[in-house]
């Protein structure tokens, strides 16, 4: 299916959102300020809500009990839409090269607390006050952060409850898997303010959705919803919003649990041979393939899973 024959399929009326609709100047006109969404529990046990510091803009926690091993990073400026500036980044990369280290972490779900909005792109009044000599710099910066995100260990899961316009979807196609809400709105919009994506957008979307239709997308500058994403591939799955504004969030957190599950040196491999391989011959891909598979050989986790498997039991594996 085309770009053009999806977007005419939506019953809503216009695909024509863009950046400046979603812009990141508080009290725009037009603009609704988005607030805070409140933590909620993960597990049926009662999980304490974090309490971030005053101008944290990513905040983490590390879950436990039921749900050890899964990681919420969560995008939190609400003054801003969760827009990209310097502060954010910093933090943001900063977790995941310190997380990057962690043996015990499993699957990480990336997400917003600000009502109505994953990320909505570039901090474009930050960005006006830098010089050009300051730009190229940063975004370069930016374009690591997302290639950083493509390389971490585990699997990732980006939970799409509001807009994600610019490097906020480039933010969304460098993980692994993107759930969305059907009243997210989405798009690679810059060319509509007379740039292109920096974040590796040109590069992340065509090779999810195929290079015309991400042609088609990012020339126009078009934006488009939950289920229009579902249908050109962009997003994995695509569930209707809830009461709480966070139905995409929740499916993130079933999805981690059954990846949770899982052999964890198993999932690891299992992303190195797909990401290693996926840009190489087919030849060169099994190889990659029987290079990461020779790691688990020796590993406690693989006979556990034998044994498990023999005795009708679920395996209890251990990250060895």
């Excluded at 216009?14 to 529990?41: D, H, M, Q, Y």
């Excluded at 690591?144 to 409850?161: C, E, N």
């Excluded at 579902?230 to 009461?243: I, T």
Aim: proline fraction near 5%; charge should be positive.
């Amino acid at each position: 299916m085309s770009v053009g024959q999806v977007l005419r399929r939506s019953l809503l009326g216009s695909s024509s959102w863009n950046i400046a609709a979603f812009g990141n100047e508080r009290g725009a006109p037009g603009v609704k300020t988005f607030l805070p969404c409140p933590l909620r529990n993960y597990a049926t046990q009662k999980i304490p809500e974090p309490e971030p510091k005053v101008g944290d803009d990513v905040t983490v926690e590390l879950l436990t009990e039921a749900r050890q091993g899964i990681g919420i990073l969560s995008l939190n400026r609400p003054s801003a839409r969760n827009a990209l500036s310097k502060n954010l980044v910093h933090l943001f990369t900063q977790f995941i090269e310190a997380q990057a280290k962690n043996a015990d972490l499993r699957v990480l779900v990336i997400r917003s607390t600000v009502a109505g909005v994953f990320c909505a792109g570039a901090d474009l009044k930050e960005r006006a006050k830098m010089t050009d000599a300051e730009v190229d710099p940063f975004v370069a910066t930016l374009r690591r952060m997302t290639a950083d995100l493509v390389k971490f260990p585990v699997p990732t899961i980006a939970a799409l409850d509001g807009a994600a316009l610019g490097g906020g979807l480039e933010m969304a196609l460098a993980c692994d898997i993107r759930i969305a809400s059907s009243s997210a709105k989405m798009g690679l919009v810059e060319t509509t303010l007379g740039i292109i994506p920096g974040a590796g957008g040109t590069q992340y979307l065509p090779r999810l959705i195929g290079v015309s239709n991400a042609k088609e997308l990012i020339f126009t500058g078009t934006a488009f919803d939950g289920h229009q994403a579902k249908d050109l591939g962009v997003v994995n799955e695509v569930v209707e919003q809830n009461a709480n504004g966070d139905a995409a969030f929740q499916r993130s957190l079933a999805l981690a649990d059954r990846i949770n599950s899982n052999g964890p040196v198993a999932v690891r491999m299992a992303k190195m041979a797909i990401n290693h391989g996926i840009e190489r011959s087919l030849e060169e891909g099994l190889l990659m393939e029987q290079k990461f598979y020779a790691q688990i050989t020796p590993t406690q986790d693989r006979r556990e899973g034998l044994l498990a498997f023999k005795e009708k039991r679920k395996p209890k594996f251990i990250g060895k």
